[in-house]
């Protein structure tokens, strides 16, 4: 069974309520109809319902079922608009402010996720990925102990030798263009989370990675990963993560073993995290189109799921993100 196949298999065993604010864009209310017939969600559109009901109607999509929000003529904007301003009042926001900006779909389904009416958000077809990320930093901000938002590419390769069975966790490949040690560090224990929450990887194996073993090498930029190894060792004592290392010692158990002998990690890595995103970007689409692996990105960090799309993605990509958010939200 596929990693797709069994995180599926998860969703649907104790279904989650995810919000989708591009709801009249037709690929998402295609992959709506989707999520709802085959129980991996219960998707909610938002936007205009008017919009919502002539995309779906243009395009033979039969969305009754199927919950339509549309922001403006909600029952529950003014107690959004009141919380936001709660949230926001020191920064200098005004309730009149804060009334207009959650009429917004991208601000109001971020609300949804906040009080808890919706368990998740999915956008990006439309939308950037700031348009996402700075609502949901200001309102749901990040978990509890964790300083940053990243990103993991979940890769599932056809050599199923490497990693655990074929599946990696690759971070942060989409986010932090040049993270300090201890974020760093961070993504590192989120990418462990991810790697145990979405792939089912019981015993994550984290290999800090760069152009240096165990100090075969020196420079700024290889201090900085030992000091995110120091500092992830400190806030997490029992993942198993060593570094720093280069990629070759990380996955192959012989070069491993002659680069870092007596690492539990070098040689049987299962989540790989690069040292700044340039690398990690440029390392998982290589992987992708030279290894043949599928590649699935989420983000991590966030106190409740919230996911990004590319705009030029499919419905079938959003069927997937929406399932994966679902898992996290469990």
């Given amino acids: ?82 919380l936001f301003y709660e949230l926001r009042k020191a920064k200098g926001v005004t309730a009149e402010q804060a009334l207009e900006t ?28 700031g348009d996402m990320l700075r609502p949901a930093l200001q309102i749901i901000k990040t978990a509890p102990g964790i300083k940053c938002v990243s990103s993991s590419f979940l890769m ?23 993270p300090t040690a201890e974020e760093l560090a961070h993504i590192a224990i989120s990418a462990a989370n991810t790697a145990k929450k979405l792939c089912g990887i ?57 680069k870092a002998p007596g690492s539990k990690v070098a040689g049987h890595a299962n989540v790989l995290v690069f040292p700044d995103l340039q690398a990690g970007n440029i390392g998982y689409k290589i992987t992708q189109r030279l290894g043949k692996c599928e590649a699935v990105a989420v983000l991590q960090g966030l106190d409740k799921p919230c996911n990004d799309l590319s705009r030029g993605c499919s419905v079938e990509d959003i069927v997937t993100t929406v399932t994966l958010t679902a898992v996290q939200a469990q």
């Fill in 102 to 129: 959650v009429k917004d779909v991208m601000y109001y389904g971020i609300m949804m996720v906040k009080t808890g009416d919706a368990d998740g958000l999915v956008s990006g077809a439309v939308h950037s990925t």
């Fill in 1 to 82: 069974m596929s990693l797709i196949d069994r995180v599926k298999s998860k969703a649907r065993s104790n279904v989650k309520t995810i919000v989708l604010p591009e709801g009249d864009e037709v690929r998402t209310i295609k992959a709506a109809r989707i999520i709802k017939d085959e129980s991996l969600a219960r998707p909610i559109l938002l936007g205009n319902k008017e919009a919502i009901l002539k995309t779906a109607s243009e395009n033979n999509v039969d969305i009754e079922g199927i919950e339509t929000i549309d922001p403006v003529s909600s029952d529950k904007l003014q107690s959004y608009a009141d």
């Fill in 202 to 258: 019981e015993e994550p194996k984290v290999a800090m990675l760069s152009f240096s073993t165990k100090g075969s090498a020196k420079h700024d930029l290889v201090s900085k990963v030992q000091e995110a190894t120091n500092i992830a060792h400190e806030l997490a004592p029992d993942l198993m993560l060593d570094g720093e290392m280069q990629f070759d010692a990380a996955l192959i158990p012989e070069i491993g073993e002659s």
């Fill in 156 to 178: 599932e390769s056809p050599d199923k030798s490497f990693g655990e069975d074929g599946l990696f966790v690759y971070a942060d490949c989409v986010v932090m263009p040049c």
